[in-house]
Nanobody
Framework: VQLVESGGGLVQPGGSLRLSCAASGFTFSNYYMSWYRQAPGKQRELVAGVTSGGSTKYADSVKGRFTISRDNAKNMVYLQMNSLKPEDTAVYYC?????????WGQGTQVTVSS
């Protein structure tokens, strides 16, 4: 089982990034997929989640700026991040869960700074 995140980096405030997560080794369409983040000295927090059918939910702090999506045919989940703020700086993790299993990736660093 693997969840491999990519797309992180350094971006200026107001900029955009698109994170990708490639899943393998499990039946992707059977899993609820999420993005979490963890900033230095803070607890990991849920950013956004998406059901197999495409229903989404977001943390209040990112509503209207971030969009989560998934492609069940490609076993991919994405996080489009717009209007980035310094407080969005964190390691972002891809997460997959169903009633039996819970998987997560190694994370990708997002730094928002001028």
């Amino acid at each position: 089982v693997q969840l491999v995140e990519s797309g992180g980096g350094l971006v200026q405030p107001g900029g955009s990034l698109r994170l990708s997560c490639a899943a393998s080794g499990f039946t992707f369409s059977n899993y609820y997929m999420s993005w979490y983040r963890q900033a230095p000295g803070k607890q990991r927090e849920l950013v956004a989640g998406v059901t197999s059918g495409g229903s989404t939910k977001y943390a209040d702090s990112v509503k209207g700026r971030f969009t989560i999506s998934r492609d069940n045919a490609k076993n991919m989940v994405y996080l489009q991040m717009n209007s980035l703020k310094p407080e969005d700086t964190a390691v972002y993790y891809c997460d997959g869960v169903n009633v039996r299993n819970h998987y997560w990736g190694q994370g990708t660093q997002v730094t928002v700074s001028s």
